[in-house]
């Protein structure tokens, strides 16, 4: 697409991931994952003493951090964190990684190995204070995202490159087994984090691609957004009219050539669209 890419943070991560906008506070917030960071788009950034991989909201000052061994509250005013349970906490290999808040206030989240080993993770569910396991084995859980209406949920193990669609009663809790919704495996695309817009297409962010991809409800592909650095991560619409595309990325896997012809990497981009993104859901717990 025609839009041009601009560098809306000039903060490099490591491994940038969980771009979410939070919709009364009207901020971006992401991670670094392995700088184990949390940054706001105001400049305000937050050092945690282990690897943090996704965000929602709980309150206007209290988001919902995903962590390597734990869920917990995360109060912005006080900076006090409370834990509201275990993240295979007694697994040091792992480390929690993609997740998002569904319409129903749960959220999911994914853990994978430290060193990507296959097979090492799974999808979870936190729903009213009860955190249970989804689907496993997972090697590199990624593009969890929901149809706007609560009724589909899409994940993707990056490492097979397949994204995956499953069912989801009015409690968002998976009533059939998943099933293949995109297989982009065949054109060597390696799909990270995702979102929804508001009529529901998949905004998809492919790692090593450089770029955001669009695809419909039947897995159409609809255009791309194209990034300034090969590893994007993770999209996010926020903004005034929920219509500027945030994309995080990462300095982790790519080359000292490649770091060198690509500056920008690790920054975090933005771009307008004719897009219209729905807020987050506030998580219940």
């Given at each position: 697409?025609?839009?041009?890419?601009?560098?809306?943070?000039?903060?490099?991560?490591?491994?940038?991931?969980?771009?979410?906008?939070?919709?009364?506070?009207?901020?971006?917030?992401?991670?670094?994952?392995?700088?184990?960071?949390?940054?706001?788009?105001?400049?305000?950034?937050?050092?945690?003493?282990?690897?943090?991989?996704?965000?929602?909201?709980?309150?206007?000052?209290?988001?919902?951090?995903?962590?390597?061994?734990?869920?917990?509250?995360?109060?912005?005013?006080?900076?006090?964190?409370?834990?509201?349970?275990?993240?295979?906490?007694?697994?040091?290999?792992?480390?929690?990684?993609?997740?998002?808040?569904?319409?129903?206030?749960?959220?999911?989240?994914?853990?994978?190995?430290?060193?990507?080993?296959?097979?090492?993770?799974?999808?979870?569910?936190?729903?009213?204070?009860?955190?249970?396991?989804?689907?496993?084995?997972?090697?590199?859980?990624?593009?969890?995202?929901?149809?706007?209406?609560?009724?589909?949920?899409?994940?993707?193990?990056?490492?097979?490159?397949?994204?995956?669609?499953?069912?989801?009663?009015?409690?968002?809790?998976?009533?059939?087994?998943?099933?293949?919704?995109?297989?982009?495996?065949?054109?060597?695309?390696?799909?990270?984090?995702?979102?929804?817009?508001?009529?529901?297409d998949v905004l998809i962010a492919l790692w090593g691609a450089?770029?955001?991809?669009?695809?419909?409800?039947?897995?159409?592909?609809?255009?791309?957004?194209?990034?300034?650095?090969?590893?994007?991560?993770?999209?996010?619409?926020?903004?005034?009219?929920?219509?500027?595309?945030?994309?995080?990325?990462?300095?982790?896997?790519?080359?000292?050539?490649?770091?060198?012809?690509?500056?920008?990497?690790?920054?975090?981009?933005?771009?307008?669209?004719?897009?219209?993104?729905?807020?987050?859901?506030?998580?219940?717990?």
């Amino acid at each position: 697409m025609s839009m041009s890419t601009k560098v809306h943070d000039e903060r490099a991560c490591i491994l940038g991931e969980g771009a979410f906008w939070h919709p009364e506070l009207n901020k971006l917030f992401w991670c670094d994952i392995i700088g184990r960071r949390l940054l706001c788009d105001d400049g305000a950034e937050w050092m945690f003493d282990e690897h943090i991989s996704a965000l929602g909201w709980i309150s206007e000052t209290l988001l919902f951090i995903a962590s390597e061994t734990a869920l917990f509250s995360f109060d912005l005013g006080t900076h006090v964190k409370t834990k509201l349970c275990d993240l295979e906490a007694d697994n040091p290999a792992t480390r929690s990684n993609d997740g998002r808040a569904d319409p129903q206030g749960g959220f999911w989240i994914g853990t994978m190995g430290k060193q990507a080993e296959l097979e090492s993770g799974a999808i979870y569910r936190f729903y009213k204070g009860e955190l249970r396991r989804l689907f496993a084995p997972i090697t590199i859980p990624n593009a969890i995202c929901f149809s706007p209406d609560g009724t589909v949920a899409y994940f993707t193990d990056t490492y097979f490159s397949r994204v995956m669609s499953v069912p989801l009663d009015a409690k968002g809790w998976p009533r059939a087994a998943p099933k293949l919704f995109l297989d982009l495996s065949q054109d060597g695309l390696n799909p990270d984090g995702a979102i929804t817009t508001a009529d529901g297409d998949v905004l998809i962010a492919l790692w090593g691609a450089a770029r955001v991809a669009r695809y419909n409800k039947s897995g159409e592909f609809q255009g791309s957004y194209d990034m300034p650095t090969d590893h994007i991560t993770c999209p996010a619409l926020g903004g005034p009219d929920m219509a500027t595309l945030f994309a995080t990325s990462a300095q982790q896997g790519l080359s000292a050539t490649k770091r060198q012809a690509q500056p920008d990497a690790g920054k975090t981009f933005s771009v307008d669209t004719d897009l219209r993104g729905l807020p987050a859901p506030r998580i219940i717990l």
